[in-house]
C-alpha cells in the first residue's frame, strides 16, 4: 500500500512561481521513480516531468526550461518548482508512482493561472 499526497497548489498570475509537494508514504522506496503529471477537464493526462531511481529527470517540452522536478529522500518527498507560469498551465497537478507492476496516483492538487 502507498499513499501519495500533493499540497502546494493555488491561484497565482501569468509569470509567477509555485512549488508543488508530493508526500509519499506506505511501501516505496524513497528512490523510487516519481512523476507529475496534469489534466485538463476534457483534455488527456499530460506527463509533465520525471524523476528516476538515480535521480534522471526528464520534462514535457511544454514546460522544459520553467519546472523543476526534485527529490528530498530523507522525507520521501517530491517537489514540482513551477516558474514562469503561463494561463495554460492551469491543471490539477497529481503525483504519480509506478510500483513495480502496480500505478499509485494522488488525489491532485489545482494550479490556476490567471490574471
Known amino acids: 500500500q502507498v499513499q501519495l499526497v500533493e499540497s502546494g497548489g493555488g491561484l497565482v498570475q501569468p509569470g509567477g512561481s509555485l512549488r508543488l509537494s508530493c508526500a509519499a508514504s506506505g511501501r516505496i522506496s524513497s528512490s523510487n521513480v516519481m512523476e507529475w503529471f496534469r489534466r485538463v477537464p476534457g483534455n488527456q493526462r499530460e506527463l509533465v516531468a520525471r524523476i528516476s531511481t538515480g535521480g534522471i529527470t526528464t520534462y514535457a517540452d511544454s514546460v522544459k526550461g520553467r519546472f523543476t522536478i526534485s527529490r528530498d529522500s530523507a522525507e520521501n518527498t517530491v517537489y514540482l518548482q513551477m516558474n514562469s507560469l503561463k494561463p495554460e498551465d492551469t491543471a490539477v497537478y497529481l503525483c504519480?508512482?509506478?510500483?513495480?507492476?502496480?500505478?499509485?496516483w494522488g488525489p491532485g492538487t489545482q494550479v490556476t493561472v490567471s490574471s
Open positions: 504519480h508512482a509506478p510500483v513495480g507492476q502496480r500505478q499509485y
